[in-house]
């Protein structure tokens, strides 16, 4: 899995301003993990950020060094680069109530 990028946009109404979320998922290879996590990954983006999201795969067997800049130490890692602050969430995403508070989506209760 090579790095990549995912974007989805729509159009806005003219003088709304669009808040753009810059996701960064760490994967390792083409792993059942890895696929999971993008594949939820995704899915929620289309639920809850339609239209107002970009997704940056780094697959780090390809490109290890690219870790370092956000301390990955586990994979998958989602990074939310923006809106600030950042924020990280470890794993596979499959548990979505727990990624919608970690993306602040959505409160914790």
Same mark, same amino acid.
Request: proline share 5%.
């Given at each position: 899995?090579?790095?990549?990028? *995912? /974007? /989805? &946009?729509?159009? #806005?109404?003219? =003088?709304?301003?669009?808040? !753009?979320?810059?996701? /960064? %998922?760490?994967?390792?290879?083409?792993?059942?993990?890895?696929?999971?996590?993008? =594949?939820?990954? +995704?899915?929620?983006?289309?639920?809850?950020?339609? =239209? /107002?999201?970009?997704?940056? *795969? #780094?697959?780090?067997?390809?490109?290890?060094?690219?870790? +370092? =800049?956000?301390? !990955?130490?586990?994979?998958?890692? %989602? *990074? &939310?680069?923006?809106p600030q602050p950042v924020r990280k969430i470890i794993g596979d995403l499959s548990d979505t109530e727990r990624v919608l508070v970690g993306l602040d989506l959505r409160a914790a209760?």
């Amino acid at each position: 899995m090579k790095t990549s990028t *995912v /974007r /989805r &946009r729509e159009s #806005i109404a003219v =003088g709304a301003p669009a808040k !753009i979320w810059k996701l /960064r %998922l760490y994967v390792a290879g083409q792993t059942t993990k890895s696929l999971t996590a993008f =594949g939820n990954l +995704k899915q929620i983006c289309e639920s809850h950020l339609k =239209g /107002r999201y970009s997704i940056e *795969v #780094i697959d780090l067997v390809e490109q290890p060094q690219l870790s +370092k =800049g956000d301390q !990955i130490l586990a994979i998958p890692t %989602l *990074v &939310r680069k923006l809106p600030q602050p950042v924020r990280k969430i470890i794993g596979d995403l499959s548990d979505t109530e727990r990624v919608l508070v970690g993306l602040d989506l959505r409160a914790a209760d």
